[in-house]
T-cell receptor
Framework: GESVGLHLPTLSVQEGDNSIINCAYS??????FIWYKQESGKGPQFIID?????DKRQGQRVTVLLNKTVKHLSLQIAATQPGDSAVYFCATNSGGSNYKLTFGKGTLLTVNP | NAGVMQNPRHLVRRRGQEARLRCSPM?????VYWYRQLPEEGLKFMVYLQKENIIDESGMPKERFSAEFPKEGPSILRIQQVVRGDSAAYFC??????????????FGSGTRLTVV
């Protein structure tokens, strides 16, 4: 069955460092990928997305890289701040669906001051 | 412009009781999606509804779970005869039209159901 997984369940970084969160997906039909941030007690909050016709996309302090060959994507956060502490999920559109998302288990990012 | 509103935020039920979770989509949004999040897990798709129609319920357990999105009022996720394994966070998202990913796909803050 389809799965989306993360390589590390937790990541601890120092304030100001760059963070890299990785994600692997299994369904080659997926063509849309999203990173969400979830703070304690809240719903997922959109960070950045990327379509399969791209391999890199940048936002404010965040960059998503997509490697379709190995079905891997990553989220890079520059100059990580304490407010970035949260659980980060990658998600894909299930098998190319235009409404259903498949989420990974999440990586807990802790930023130490 | 209020976001997706879910209530209650926290719900405690005894085994065998019924749980009703409500979701009011963003203004102008006519598509609603329910997801369930077990502890330390990612969100899992349950059901996709439009007004008065269930479009895809492939993620709903076959028994005890039902969902509706009436012409008037919020979407309701109903769990009958709850069991401890139903304890989870239930998230609702809405979008203005059927689109993939984040195109107008906004999540609420969730209802945390605890079955005791």
């Amino acid at each position: 069955g389809e799965s989306v997984g993360l390589h590390l369940p937790t990541l601890s970084v120092q304030e100001g460092d760059n963070s890299i969160i990785n994600c692997a997906y299994s369904n080659s039909a997926s063509d849309y990928f999203i990173w969400y941030k979830q703070e304690s007690g809240k719903g997922p909050q959109f960070i950045i997305d990327i379509r399969s016709n791209m391999d890199k996309r940048q936002g404010q302090r965040v960059t998503v890289l997509l490697n379709k060959t190995v079905k891997h994507l990553s989220l890079q956060i520059a100059a990580t701040q304490p407010g970035d502490s949260a659980v980060y999920f990658c998600a894909t559109n299930s098998g190319g669906s235009n409404y259903k998302l498949t989420f990974g288990k999440g990586t807990l990012l802790t930023v130490n001051p | 412009n209020a976001g997706v509103m879910q209530n209650p935020r926290h719900l405690v039920r005894r085994r065998g009781q019924e749980a009703r979770l409500r979701c009011s989509p963003m203004k102008g949004h006519s598509h609603v999606y329910w997801y369930r999040q077990l502890p330390e897990e990612g969100l899992k798709f349950m059901v996709y509804l439009q007004k008065e129609n269930i479009i895809d319920e492939s993620g709903m357990p076959k028994e005890r779970f039902s969902a509706e999105f009436p012409k008037e009022g919020p979407s309701i996720l109903r769990i009958q005869q709850v069991v401890r394994g139903d304890s989870a966070a239930y998230f609702c998202a809405s979008s203005p039209r059927r689109q993939g990913g984040n195109y107008g796909y906004t999540f609420g803050s969730g209802t945390r159901l605890t079955v005791v």
